[in-house]
C-alpha cells in the first residue's frame, strides 16, 4: 500500500470516528508499510499506540482488508526518538490471528497509561497524604527504600492514579528503566496466555526484566492458585535483585480473602500504607480542582457559589462519582445554556445525590447508643427493663425511627424480637420526653449528629 493510498483511507476514518478522535489519534500514526500481513506503524508514544490499538485497530484492520490488503494484524511501533523512552506501557499488538505463532512483542508485560493520572492532578489532602507522600518518593527514582509500597483504600479513592503517577514520573525522571504497571487481572491474562501458548520461559524472562513493578488491584488473585505462585515467584525474583514493586488492593493484605499466607507477609514486609476515605476538605479540593480544568472546555459557563459546597457534603467519599456528577453538571449546563445553580444541581443528580445517601442502620443506632449511656449492647437489647436500660432502648428505637426507613415491627424484632407496639410506645414515650427534658434533647442531637456524620 503507497502513502496515497493510506492517505485515502485516513479520510474514510475521518468519517467513522469523528473530528475529535481522529485529530487526537488517527492523525498522529503515520503509516510504515505491510510485511508478511503485519501491517506497520510509526506512533509517538506507546500510550497512543496501545489506545489506538483497543480502540480503533478493529476498524483500521477493517479498512485495510476491504482496500484488498492482506493484512492480519497491526503493529504500533514508537517513533525512533521515542525508543529509549521505558515501556510502561507496551507496543500494542492487535491480533487477528491468535492461533499463528505469536511474536515476541504481544507477551510485553505493560498495560497504557492514563495521561491525565499524574501528581500534578492529583490533590492531596489529609486522607490521602501519606499515600501522596509514599508515592512520591517512590517515583524518585532513587535507592530502593521500602519494598514493595503497598497502597490500599476503597474504590475512587486514587489507587490507580497514583500508581500512573508514579509510572509517568519515572518515565521522566529515569528513562533508563523499564516500568511496568498493570492490573492483577492483566497479570494472570498474560500467564494463562503463556501457558497456553507454552511460552512461560518468555513470560519469566519478560517479567524479571522489569526494573519497576507495578500490580493494581492484587485482590484479583486471590483464589486463583496458580496465577498466585507465579506471583509469588515474580514478586521474589525482583525483590532479590532489589527491583522496586508497588502494589495496590482493595484493602491491607492480612485481610485479603484467598490470598496465600507467604504472599500477604510478602506484601507486609515492604511499606503499606492506606487512602482514607475523602472528607469533606479533600471533597472540596478536588472539585475545586476539575473545575478550573473544565473552565477551558466550558469557558463563560456560571457557576453559582454553594454549588461546590454543596456537592462536597452531599456526594460519597468516591472520587469518581464526584467527578461524574460535576462533568455531567457542566455538560448539562452547556448543552442547555444555563448557569450552574442550586436547584439545577440538585434536579440535575437527582438520582446521584439520593443513592449517595448515607443509609444509617440499626446496627450502627445500637451501637452508637449503647457506648453513648456506657452500657453493653447484649443489655440494650436485651429483655432487662431496668429503667438505665429501658431508657436508652427507648432512644435507639426512637433514632431508628427516625433515621431509618425500617418498619416498627422491624425495629422490634431487632431488638430482642419484642412486639411493634413495644416500639410504638417508645418511640411516643422518646417524643414526649425531647420536649420536657433537656438531657434526652440532648443525648438525641449528639447522637443523630454522630451518625450523620
Ligand atoms: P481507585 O483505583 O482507588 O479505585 P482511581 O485512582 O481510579 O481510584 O480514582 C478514581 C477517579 O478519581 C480517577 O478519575 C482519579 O483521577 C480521581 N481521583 C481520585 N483521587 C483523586 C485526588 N486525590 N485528586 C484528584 N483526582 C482524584
Ligand atoms: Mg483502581
Not at 82 to 97: I, K
Not at 386 to 405: D, E, G, H, I, N
Request: hydrophobic letters at 40%.
Amino acid at each position: 500500500m503507497t502513502q496515497e493510498q493510506w492517505g485515502q483511507l485516513r479520510k474514510n476514518l475521518l468519517g467513522t470516528v469523528g473530528k475529535n478522535n481522529y485529530a487526537n489519534w488517527i492523525e498522529p500514526i503515520e503509516f510504515s508499510d505491510i510485511k508478511d500481513g503485519v501491517a506497520v506503524f510509526t506512533v509517538p508514544t506507546s500510550f497512543l499506540g496501545n489506545y489506538v490499538s483497543q480502540n480503533f485497530g478493529e476498524l483500521i484492520l477493517h479498512q485495510l482488508t476491504s482496500a484488498g490488503e492482506n493484512v492480519r494484524r497491526l503493529s504500533f511501533q514508537v517513533a525512533a526518538n521515542e525508543t529509549a523512552r521505558p515501556r510502561a506501557a507496551a507496543v500494542a499488538d492487535t491480533p487477528r490471528n491468535t492461533s499463528r505463532p505469536a511474536m515476541q512483542d504481544d507477551l510485553l508485560p505493560g498495560a497504557p497509561l492514563d495521561a491525565r493520572f499524574t501528581f500534578d492532578t492529583f490533590v492531596v489532602g489529609k486522607p490521602n497524604e501519606l499515600a501522596h507522600a509514599a508515592a512520591r518518593r517512590v517515583a524518585e527514582g532513587g535507592p530502593v527504600t521500602f519494598n514493595p509500597l503497598f497502597l490500599y483504600g476503597g474504590v475512587g479513592l486514587g489507587k490507580t492514579h497514583l500508581m500512573h503517577a508514579i509510572a509517568h514520573e519515572l518515565q521522566a525522571r529515569r528513562p533508563d528503566l523499564n516500568v511496568v504497571y498493570l492490573s492483577a487481572e492483566q497479570f494472570m491474562y498474560r500467564f494463562v496466555q503463556a501457558l497456553r501458548d507454552r511460552r512461560m520461559m518468555d513470560f519469566k524472562q519478560l517479567f524479571r526484566a522489569v526494573d519497576v513493578l507495578m500490580v493494581d488491584d492484587v485482590q484479583f488473585i486471590a483464589g486463583k492458585d496458580s496465577t498466585q505462585e507465579e506471583f509469588f515467584h515474580t514478586f521474589n525474583a525482583l525483590v532479590d535483585g532489589n527491583k522496586q514493586i508497588i502494589i495496590s488492593g482493595d484493602r491491607a493484605p492480612g485481610e485479603i480473602k484467598d490470598l496465600e499466607d507467604r504472599i500477604k507477609s510478602r506484601l507486609q514486609c515492604g511499606l503499606v500504607v492506606d487512602l482514607h476515605p475523602t472528607d469533606y476538605e479533600l471533597r472540596l479540593g478536588i472539585l475545586q480542582s476539575k473545575v478550573e480544568q473544565f473552565r477551558d472546555q466550558y469557558p463563560g459557563l456560571v457557576l453559582t457559589d454553594g454549588v461546590l459546597e454543596f456537592l462536597a457534603h452531599r456526594i460519597s467519599t468516591n472520587v469518581r462519582v464526584l467527578e461524574g456528577a460535576l462533568t455531567r453538571l457542566f455538560a448539562f449546563a452547556s448543552l442547555v445554556g444555563c448557569e450552574i445553580t442550586l436547584d439545577m444541581t440538585q434536579d440535575c443528580l437527582a438520582d446521584i445525590l439520593r443513592a449517595s445517601e448515607r443509609k444509617i442502620t440499626i446496627e450502627e443506632i445500637q451501637r452508637q447508643v449503647a457506648e453513648h449511656y456506657n452500657i453493653r449492647l447484649s443489655d440494650l437489647v436485651g429483655p432487662k427493663r431496668v429503667r438505665s436500660f429501658a431508657r436508652p432502648r427507648q432512644v435507639a428505637m426512637y433514632l431508628c425511627k427516625q433515621l431509618t426507613s425500617r418498619s416498627l415491627p422491624e425495629i422490634g424484632r431487632r431488638f430482642g424480637g419484642r412486639d411493634h407496639t413495644t416500639v410504638m410506645h417508645g418511640v411516643r414515650r422518646i417524643e414526649e420526653l425531647r420536649v420536657q427534658d433537656g438531657q434526652i434533647a440532648e443525648d438525641i442531637e449528639m447522637l443523630r449528629r454522630t451518625l450523620e456524620a
